[in-house]
């Protein structure tokens, strides 16, 4: 039987984390829960980063991936505390997580 990521065209394993290697937010697959190690700024006063963290994306935070978007599984539904954001995956992808337990 197949799972449903995988008739949206979604055919990765399942994601299995280091506890000293941080993977990007998005890496996750859809219910995987994650701390945030740290967010990239591309230059300096990068806008995208400060907005990120602004909206939450500091590091210690727990972070779930709940969804990923119709088409091309873009754009990613994150949740932060109680507050859910659709992230654009280039977003998402400048976002560095750990696996819960581990420590930065």
């Known amino acids: 039987m197949r799972s449903r990521l995988a008739n949206c065209g979604y055919n990765r394993e ?3 984390f280091s506890a000293y290697l941080p993977v ?3 890496e996750l697959l859809p219910g995987n829960t ?5 967010v990239e700024d591309v230059g300096s006063a990068d806008p995208i980063a ?5 909206l939450g994306f500091v590091a210690g935070e727990p972070v779930k991936l ?6 091309g599984n873009d754009p990613l539904l994150v949740q932060i ?3 859910r954001f ?3 995956r280039s977003e998402a992808a400048r976002v560095q997580l750990q696996a819960a337990g581990a420590s930065a």
Do not use: E, I, Q, Y
Request: proline share 7%; aromatic share 10%; charged share 20%.
């Open 14 to 16: 399942p994601f299995l």
């Open 24 to 26: 990007r937010l998005s």
């Open 34 to 38: 994650a701390v945030v190690h740290t």
């Open 50 to 54: 400060r907005r990120l963290r602004d």
């Open 66 to 71: 709940v969804a990923f978007g119709p088409v």
């Open 81 to 83: 505390g109680f507050t």
């Open 86 to 88: 659709a992230l654009r």
